[in-house]
């Protein structure tokens, strides 16, 4: 069976147990589709089929695209990795334990090694100073919201361990500053342009093309309310609402807040993987999917790079991928990852919150991929 079999065989189990609702998948090696598919419903209750051109909202699959604004400016000489944050942003100047200014750099923001925390001691702000997380609804800017959390520590020391944050928001901050106007017009610039990437944007390009978003329920999936959180069973806990996409004058989120298709994603990934041209130096682009934390321990398994995670023990990473390969999703119901010694990318989008990101759905099609581990070594 080739993976382009199993892989489908996985994509209607889902779609027909009502575990997703609706998916694209896309499999490349080489950069040649072994698989490209559309699946199930883009709106259930209006019966519109989902297509492969269908805009999804991205969650933290914005994440790469903005820390390869970032680094595509850093080879410009317009940044770098050692500024610190303030520099740039004085507005943003959260304290360590110990009252000290802490000293956030650009590469502390690009791996999660920050001392930021998407959970940060909120319960010490009160509820009318309470943050916003790049998915929630609000009116308010970067500098406002995020100028909040200079009045609660840091969870630890820049540098000192790794944990999943808010940091892009802020390294989206720093790119609009430097840039000039807002970060999708820097996004747009360094990257979204070059690659032609034409839906990836902090806006919905075509209205009639975005997929309805779907809740994990107890039945089948629900029609997502807004605003909803995941329950508490769930990996990941925080406030959706799927207006804010419409809301101008929320802040843009670098962590959270574009959309697109999977397509705009896998330009972008195959780019990386085929050493950054014509967005980043060779260097800079083998650097983004390399260990960027020492040893430091990120997500079980892993460390993690300037894009992603790196997995180093898939065992204790509970997945099937191999050793050397770099993943990452976003809570909307996304994921990816790229394996460089197999030359495959593979992108998933679904309008399955949170099934489709940290559910069972996503590791199912990586052990379709990799035949229930084993590695694929010819193209079929």
């Known amino acids: 069976m080739t993976i382009a079999e199993r892989v489908n065989r996985i994509i209607d189990q889902s779609i027909g147990s009502e575990r997703t609702t609706g998916a694209v998948v896309l499999v490349y090696q080489d950069g040649k589709p072994l698989l490209e598919r559309a699946a199930g419903l883009a709106d259930r209750e209006a019966g519109i089929l989902v297509q492969l051109d269908t ?16 680094l595509a400016m850093i080879d410009a000489g317009l940044l770098g990795l050692d500024d610190l944050a303030v520099d740039h942003i004085p507005w943003f100047r959260p304290k360590t334990a110990s009252g000290a200014q802490a000293p956030i750099t650009i590469r502390n923001l690009l791996t999660h090694t920050s001392g930021l925390l998407y959970d940060p001691a909120l ?9 916003t997380l790049g998915l929630g609804d609000t009116d308010l800017n970067l500098e406002e919201n995020f100028s909040r959390h200079n009045d609660i520590p840091l969870a630890f020391e820049p540098g000192a361990r790794w944990g999943y944050s808010f940091a892009t928001d802020i390294l989206g901050a720093i790119i609009a500053a430097i840039h000039g106007g807002t970060l999708e017009d820097a996004v747009v610039h360094y990257v979204a342009g070059p690659l032609d990437m034409r839906d990836a944007r902090f806006h919905v390009t075509d209205v009639s093309r975005l997929a309805v978003p779907y809740a994990d329920a107890a039945l089948r999936p629900q029609r997502m309310p807004d605003p909803w959180i995941a329950g508490e069973d769930a990996a990941w806990r925080t406030v959706f609402s799927p207006s804010r996409i419409f809301n101008a004058k929320a802040f843009q989120s670098g962590g959270a807040g574009m959309a697109g298709t999977a397509h705009d994603v896998l330009k972008l990934l195959e780019t990386l993987r085929t050493g950054g041209a014509p967005l980043l130096k060779p260097e800079t682009a083998a650097a983004a999917l390399s260990n960027q934390i020492g040893d430091l321990e990120g997500e079980p398994g892993a460390r993690f790079g300037f894009l992603g995670a790196l997995i180093v023990d898939p065992q204790a990473a509970g997945t099937a991928l191999p050793k050397g390969a770099i993943q990452w999703g976003g809570v909307y119901g996304n994921t990816w990852f790229i394996d460089p010694a197999e030359r495959l990318t593979v992108v998933s989008m679904t309008n399955n919150a949170v099934e489709g990101c940290t559910g069972a759905y996503p590791e199912m099609l990586r052990s379709a991929v990799y035949d229930r581990g084993s590695v694929v070594r010819t193209l079929r």
Not at 60 to 67: L, N, R, W
Not at 123 to 131: I, R, V
């Open 55 to 70: 805009i999804f909202r991205y969650a933290s699959v914005t994440k790469p695209i903005v820390a390869t604004t970032a």
């Open 123 to 131: 319960e010490l702000l009160g509820a009318d100073k309470a943050l």
